[in-house]
């Protein structure tokens, strides 16, 4: 009886230590976002800097006359930008920054 | 019975119509995010203008159908009903008006030329293309000047249009159309032709325009206008002016704009406040009845308060003092302002 209690024990920690040893083998998404490889970091950067100027351009040019609208239906960003293109005389690269902020 | 619906319908369907369904088909072609919408705003309006008081329920909706990267058709209309309350016992006095704001074909030929034929509004300084919809513009009334150089607010003929120069420290913008002597009811046009240039600083946010206007019927009408337009530190606060020139007036407008967003953010309850204010005077040069503008210098002071809802809803609030030889006024405006956007059909998002 002894035997088999301690059996299961040590059952137990090998299993607790194999699945240490896994977690630790594979990266957390806390520590890949706290230490992202060179590669990973690339296109992050580049999608934080065009929403960040697809934000800049939109307060830019948009905020000027109104507020944004609290819902815009995916489907027709594009449509909207093309009718503020024509409307507010953007120019195509903001209306492309914008549309990628909108609609990423 | 059936056969005379079917006669009804088949004579009040318009060539308008007709246009609008043809491009719809058309439109079916474009997918993802260029799905044909309609969209526009609904409002209920009241004002009381040195005495009576009047109510306007009014309906703005938008369609925009583009066909390919490159084309886009447009329209915007318009329906106002007038309802002005009466004394002892009489019916309310209603008067319905509709129309047509624009109705256009733009070519998107290359990024620095869009060409559009049709009916469009007049692009004279700012007012008439930007602020005239009823869910953007922040007071009831147009500008006392708003009728220098507007032509009406729609012209019908072509116009050429978009950036001329473009970069993070500056944008060109320009506008050239001509209109033609159209007649009928929605797309009456004259003559004319005219020309706006403007430059907008992005890192002061401060834009400055110019605008000029000819007419080549009766007397030869002109008129010219500046815009100056700020938001000092892209902040809440805005700035906008117009000033105009005509043949028989000039005068100015100017717009300030305060979103209480500073205070607890935008969504807040005080944030949704914007207090405003306008201050506006025409100089009459020569009599002339026909240009729809104030019979002697007038000026005004309009302060306003807004309270942007939830759910793309506004409530517009001003009171306005009218100072002219022919008697000073107060007008108390209310509404309340509904912005829908959706696509014209349902579909996968």
Redesign the interface.
């Known amino acids: 009886m002894r035997r088999q209690t301690l059996f299961a024990i040590a059952l137990m920690q090998c299993s607790c230590l194999l699945g240490l040893a896994q977690t630790a083998g594979t990266p957390s998404p806390n520590k890949a976002t706290s230490k992202p490889s060179a590669e990973q970091t690339k296109p992050a950067a580049i999608h934080a800097t065009t929403e960040e100027q697809g934000e800049r351009k939109f307060?830019?040019n948009c905020?000027?006359?109104?507020?944004a609208?609290?819902?815009?239906?995916?489907?027709?960003?594009?449509?909207?930008l093309?009718?503020m293109?024509?409307?507010?005389?953007?120019?195509?690269?903001?209306q492309k920054a914008i549309?990628r902020y909108l609609?990423p | 019975m059936a056969r005379e619906t079917g006669i009804t319908t088949a004579r009040s369907f318009s060539p308008r119509a007709a246009v609008l369904i043809a491009f719809l088909c058309l439109a079916r072609f474009c997918a993802g995010q260029d799905t044909p919408m309609i969209s526009g705003g609904v409002g209920f309006f009241s004002g009381t203008n040195k005495g009576p008081t009047s109510f306007t329920p009014t309906a703005m909706p938008v369609v925009a159908i583009p066909i390919t990267q490159h084309f886009l058709f447009e329209t915007r209309d318009y329906l106002i009903e007038a309802v002005t309350p009466r004394k002892n016992n009489q019916s309310d006095q209603t008067l319905l008006l509709k129309g047509v704001s624009f109705l256009q074909l733009d070519y998107l030929a290359n990024r620095h030329a869009t060409f559009v034929a049709g009916k469009f509004l007049t692009p004279f300084n700012t007012y008439n293309e930007r602020l005239t919809p009823i869910w953007i513009g922040n007071f009831q009334d147009n500008p006392l000047i708003f009728p220098i150089g507007n032509m009406g607010g729609g012209t019908t003929g072509g116009q050429l249009r978009g950036s001329l120069y473009s970069s993070n420290r500056v944008n060109i913008d320009y506008a050239s159309f001509f209109s033609a002597n159209v007649g009928g009811k929605q797309f009456k046009s004259s003559r004319s032709t005219g020309d706006r240039i403007e430059a907008y600083f992005p890192k002061q946010r401060l834009e400055v325009g110019f605008s000029i206007d000819k007419m080549f019927e009766g007397n030869h009408p002109y008129a010219t206008g500046a815009h100056f337009w700020w938001q000092p530190s892209g902040g809440p606060m805005t700035i906008r002016s117009e000033y105009a020139h005509g043949t028989h007036a000039q005068g100015y407008w100017m717009e300030f704009g305060y979103r209480l967003s500073q205070f607890k953010g935008p969504d807040s309850f005080i944030g949704r406040f914007e207090p405003l204010f306008r201050m506006q005077q025409v100089f009459r040069n020569s009599p002339d009845s026909t240009d729809a503008l104030p019979g002697v210098d007038t000026q005004r002071a309009d302060f306003g308060l807004d309270y942007f809802l939830p759910h793309n809803a506004r409530i517009n609030t001003s009171y306005s003092r009218q100072f002219s030889s022919t008697g000073n006024g107060n007008i108390w405006k209310t509404g309340l302002v509904y912005r829908f956007m959706f696509p014209a059909w349902p579909g996968k998002q």
Request: proline share 9%; aromatic share 0%; with cysteine.
């Open positions: 307060r830019e905020s000027r006359c109104h507020n609208p609290e819902d815009l239906p995916p489907r027709i960003t594009g449509t909207v093309l009718h293109r024509v409307r507010a005389s953007l120019s195509e690269a903001d549309l609609a």
